[in-house]
């Protein structure tokens, strides 16, 4: 294309300061906050007060741009419509500057009214880059808008011609073109799929090539990613015709420029957030390893990216999640909890509680590496924002579902249920989460209910850790009779009170199947159900009195006093929901009966379950002292 000395240093000229947007505070809290900042549409601000005055500038000076519509609008239409390239590049440069201020929709509306928009799309097929470059620039700004001023630019026709110019010979002229798609692909799936099916991928990703320098292909390389992850939004049936591009993300994931990483791995995202089989082509174990090194990156607008990906991927299947385990994820996670930026504690716990609804084994690498416990600290940290410790509720929640008995354990020892009371006087006005806050309480219950139903007619050993071990079944022998030998399976080595003291020390009522609870809880404890209950005291020598109280006394009894008095709160929760109730409106107090009768219900279980295990609990002390006479009977007999 062949250009004179006074056009090549006009887009010299009108180019040399042309600078991106400036990001938004890195440091809002908030996914929310966080995707503003990488917008799915970008107004392309650029107002050089300094410039020379054109000779053909019809306001006096750049400053009293803002003043350009409706006073200077048949000016405008005049110039647009002149066949003087000159006149038209002016007019083009007022109507950019002047949709580059802060007002935008209300001076889009005006530069709308000027009923140029085909005149526009005519413009964009100029022989001058300059005032290709300046037209879609205006186009730019114009789709930046709302969907119905978006929507004026493809009824005029616009969307095949700039598609045309991603081949243009000027790399301004391409970067431009794919900047103003983007924002017409950001605005909804239709617009996406005029943009996607009318042929701009396969143009777009040529951009990736090409002997342009290092600096400028960076930005034009920045926008079209950005233009390619919008490609990626909305409605995921297109994957078929975006198959070609993963190609390029994976090699672009390795790039150095931080704004290229960060529209890759949205990009991405969005892609794994879809599941067409062609999607798994993209994903493996290298991809994995390099998106979890990214997340030492120092910069939020890289980071951010990342966990929403890694989010995305977790939310698959149980080896999409295990790829990124094995990628060295969870330590760094970990880490990831404590960071002082919210945004990053927010898309961190998301990627945690798409683990921790996995299997058994992808929970326990959590629980290993501690990340349940920053976990536990963040929702009973009435500072932190409530949006973060809602999802760090979900992620707990998720971690009891399967209800694996061991890992039950691990979460009540580690106070699961104090701080889930808590949490609960916390978000009386969020049913969801008290749904979900529930869930896990009743899981717990249910686990504890079902351990000590497999436990029944067994007698806990606190060395092993569970309930297979029964002193009247040693060798594999029954109960010792009256008429036992000195071969039989009794260690007469041991004295019978010692052995009685130890067996009803390791008895366990709390539904745990260790042997780490105390036989009689306390009964200060309000609320606690003492109807069917028998006193165990006639059957108990001194001896053994005295041992027992001392049992009531150890750590172990500690802990059982603690959790029963974390359930215990929820009475207090009870109170403050149902004085919430008569405060808020019918929908609302309607939604919160239902979390008060499945607190009530939960209420009722546990202290019938707990009244139930003291029974149970007499009954076998009852059986042990049985097998104590029977025991002094043989030495006896012997």
Same mark, same amino acid.
């Given at each position: 294309?062949?250009?004179?000395?006074?056009?090549?240093?006009?887009?010299?000229?009108?180019?040399?300061?042309?600078?991106?947007?400036?990001?938004?505070?890195? /440091?809002?809290?908030?996914?929310?906050?966080?995707?503003?900042?990488?917008?799915?549409?970008?107004?392309?601000?650029?107002?050089?007060?300094?410039?020379?005055?054109?000779?053909?500038?019809?306001?006096?000076?750049?400053?009293?741009?803002?003043?350009?519509? #409706?006073?200077?609008?048949?000016?405008?239409?005049?110039?647009?419509?002149?066949?003087?390239?000159?006149?038209?590049?002016?007019?083009?440069?007022?109507?950019?500057?002047?949709?580059?201020?802060?007002?935008?929709?209300? /001076?889009? +509306?005006?530069?709308?009214?000027?009923?140029?928009?085909?005149?526009?799309?005519?413009?964009?097929?100029? #022989?001058?880059?300059?005032?290709?470059?300046?037209?879609?620039?205006?186009?730019?700004?114009?789709?930046?808008?709302?969907?119905?001023?978006?929507?004026?630019?493809?009824?005029?026709?616009?969307?095949?011609?700039?598609?045309?110019?991603?081949?243009?010979? +000027?790399?301004?002229?391409?970067?431009?073109?794919?900047?103003?798609?983007?924002?017409?692909?950001?605005?909804?799936?239709?617009?996406?799929?005029?943009?996607?099916?009318?042929?701009?991928?396969?143009?777009?990703?040529?951009?990736?090539?090409?002997?342009?320098?290092?600096?400028?292909?960076?930005?034009?390389?920045?926008?079209?990613?950005?233009?390619?992850? /919008?490609?990626?939004?909305?409605?995921?049936?297109?994957?078929?015709?975006?198959?070609?591009?993963? #190609?390029?993300?994976?090699?672009?994931?390795?790039?150095?420029?931080?704004?290229?990483?960060?529209?890759?791995?949205?990009?991405?995202?969005?892609?794994?957030?879809?599941?067409?089989?062609?999607?798994?082509?993209?994903?493996?174990? @290298?991809?994995?390893?390099?998106?979890? @090194?990214?997340?030492?990156?120092?910069?939020?607008?890289?980071?951010?990216?990342?966990?929403?990906?890694?989010?995305?991927?977790?939310?698959?299947?149980?080896?999409?999640?295990?790829?990124?385990?094995?990628?060295?994820?969870?330590?760094?996670?970990?880490?990831?909890?404590?960071?002082?930026?919210?945004?990053?504690?927010?898309?961190?716990?998301?990627?945690?509680?798409?683990?921790?609804?996995?299997?058994?084994?992808?929970?326990?690498?959590?629980?290993?590496?501690?990340?349940?416990?920053?976990?536990?600290?963040?929702?009973?940290?009435?500072?932190?924002?409530?949006?973060?410790?809602?999802?760090?509720?979900?992620?707990?929640?998720?971690?009891?579902?399967?209800?694996?008995?061991?890992?039950?354990?691990?979460?009540?020892?580690?106070?699961?249920?104090?701080?889930?009371?808590?949490?609960?006087?916390?978000?009386?006005?969020?049913?969801?989460?008290?749904?979900?806050?529930?869930?896990?309480?009743? +899981?717990?219950?249910?686990?504890?209910?079902?351990?000590?139903? +497999?436990?029944?007619?067994?007698?806990?050993?606190?060395?092993?850790?569970?309930?297979?071990?029964?002193?009247?079944?040693?060798?594999?022998?029954?109960?010792?009779?009256?008429?036992?030998?000195?071969?039989?399976?009794?260690?007469?080595?041991?004295?019978?009170?010692?052995?009685?003291?130890?067996?009803?020390?390791?008895?366990?009522?709390?539904?745990?199947?260790?042997?780490?609870?105390?036989?009689?809880?306390?009964?200060?404890?309000?609320?606690?159900?003492?109807?069917?209950?028998?006193?165990?005291?006639?059957?108990?020598?001194?001896?053994?009195?005295?041992?027992?109280?001392?049992?009531?006394?150890?750590?172990?009894?500690?802990?059982?006093?603690?959790?029963?008095?974390?359930?215990?709160?929820?009475?207090?929760?009870?109170?403050?929901?149902?004085?919430?109730?008569?405060?808020?409106?019918?929908?609302?107090?309607?939604?919160?009966?239902?979390?008060?009768?499945?607190?009530?219900?939960?209420?009722?279980?546990?202290?019938?379950?707990?009244?139930?295990?003291?029974?149970?609990?007499?009954?076998?002390?009852?059986?042990?002292?049985?097998?104590?006479?029977?025991?002094?009977?043989?030495?006896?007999?012997?």
């Amino acid at each position: 294309m062949n250009k004179s000395k006074e056009e090549e240093k006009e887009f010299e000229r009108h180019h040399q300061n042309n600078d991106n947007n400036d990001e938004q505070d890195d /440091n809002d809290d908030g996914v929310d906050d966080l995707m503003n900042s990488i917008m799915r549409k970008l107004t392309h601000v650029h107002i050089d007060n300094n410039e020379k005055i054109h000779p053909y500038d019809y306001c006096e000076n750049n400053s009293k741009i803002e003043l350009l519509l #409706p006073y200077h609008q048949r000016s405008v239409i005049q110039a647009l419509m002149s066949d003087v390239v000159e006149y038209q590049i002016n007019a083009m440069v007022k109507l950019r500057k002047y949709l580059s201020l802060e007002k935008i929709s209300n /001076n889009i +509306n005006n530069v709308l009214a000027l009923r140029m928009n085909t005149r526009f799309v005519e413009l964009l097929k100029s #022989p001058s880059p300059i005032l290709q470059y300046e037209t879609c620039w205006v186009i730019t700004n114009i789709a930046a808008g709302t969907t119905e001023q978006t929507r004026t630019i493809i009824d005029a026709g616009a969307v095949p011609v700039l598609i045309d110019l991603l081949r243009s010979e +000027n790399k301004e002229v391409r970067t431009q073109a794919a900047w103003s798609l983007g924002n017409i692909a950001g605005d909804c799936g239709e617009f996406r799929d005029i943009v996607l099916h009318g042929g701009a991928l396969q143009p777009l990703l040529e951009l990736w090539n090409g002997n342009d320098s290092i600096e400028s292909k960076n930005h034009m390389l920045q926008v079209a990613m950005w233009t390619l992850a /919008n490609l990626c939004r909305w409605h995921r049936s297109d994957w078929d015709v975006l198959a070609p591009a993963f #190609p390029i993300l994976k090699q672009s994931i390795y790039f150095e420029d931080t704004a290229i990483l960060s529209e890759t791995c949205w990009a991405l995202s969005r892609i794994f957030h879809g599941s067409h089989p062609k999607v798994g082509c993209l994903l493996d174990l @290298e991809l994995c390893q390099r998106l979890v @090194e990214l997340l030492k990156n120092e910069n939020i607008s890289v980071v951010n990216p990342v966990l929403r990906t890694l989010t995305n991927i977790a939310y698959g299947d149980d080896q999409q999640t295990q790829l990124i385990i094995n990628a060295g994820a969870i330590p760094i996670l970990y880490e990831l909890l404590a960071n002082p930026n919210g945004s990053i504690r927010l898309e961190t716990i998301l990627v945690l509680a798409n683990i921790t609804a996995g299997t058994v084994a992808q929970i326990q690498s959590v629980i290993d590496a501690g990340c349940l416990n920053r976990l536990f600290e963040i929702l009973n940290n009435s500072k932190e924002s409530f949006k973060i410790r809602k999802e760090a509720c979900w992620a707990i929640s998720n971690a009891t579902d399967v209800k694996h008995p061991q890992q039950i354990r691990t979460l009540i020892n580690m106070g699961v249920i104090h701080v889930l009371i808590n949490f609960l006087k916390d978000c009386l006005f969020d049913t969801t989460i008290q749904q979900k806050c529930i869930d896990a309480l009743e +899981n717990i219950l249910i686990t504890s209910e079902s351990e000590l139903a +497999n436990s029944k007619n067994m007698i806990p050993n606190s060395s092993y850790g569970n309930w297979n071990y029964d002193p009247w079944k040693m060798n594999g022998s029954n109960k010792a009779s009256s008429k036992t030998s000195s071969s039989a399976s009794i260690n007469f080595n041991d004295n019978a009170d010692t052995l009685l003291s130890n067996s009803i020390n390791n008895l366990n009522i709390s539904g745990s199947s260790k042997g780490s609870k105390s036989s009689h809880p306390p009964s200060t404890i309000s609320g606690f159900k003492e109807r069917n209950r028998k006193s165990s005291t006639p059957y108990l020598s001194s001896f053994e009195s005295r041992n027992l109280h001392k049992k009531n006394k150890s750590n172990q009894s500690s802990k059982w006093a603690h959790e029963m008095s974390a359930f215990n709160q929820l009475w207090k929760t009870v109170e403050i929901l149902e004085n919430a109730i008569n405060k808020t409106s019918y929908y609302q107090s309607q939604e919160n009966r239902k979390v008060l009768n499945r607190l009530k219900h939960l209420m009722e279980r546990w202290y019938e379950s707990q009244s139930q295990n003291m029974i149970d609990t007499e009954r076998q002390i009852d059986e042990v002292m049985m097998g104590v006479k029977k025991v002094r009977i043989t030495e006896t007999d012997n």
